[in-house]
């Protein structure tokens, strides 16, 4: 599941994604999803746009180097000129890094980070689109 909105200002148009990618079958199918997102992050390059995308992707970044699916979603990312904004746990009591934020955007990037309250565990990140 997945919304994208297209934010204009004077400077340059940004796309904003939000993805939920479930884990339980039968969406389960890390090829499809991230062949998807690859024709996503093709589009948003091409139209030479800014780009955000948000998510629970349920693709587990701290099996990079030794999964070859999360390799592969990871080398599509950055070969699209997109940088992980999230890189450490979303969830204190979990090891797995499955909540992303991911921008081409590097000059407007502001200081990401994980807000952790007893209600719930939520990322925070800021980002000017002008």
Known sequence: MSLFIEI???SKSSIVGVIYRPNTAPKTDVDIFSSTLQDILDIINNEHKHGV????MNVDLLKFGYHPKTDEYLDSIFSHGFLLVI???TKPSSSALIDHIHTNNKSSLADPGV?????ADNIFYAQNFN
């Open 8 to 10: 204009v200002s004077s």
């Open 53 to 56: 995308i948000i998510g629970d």
């Open 87 to 89: 890189t450490k746990p």
């Open 115 to 119: 807000i952790v309250t007893g209600v």
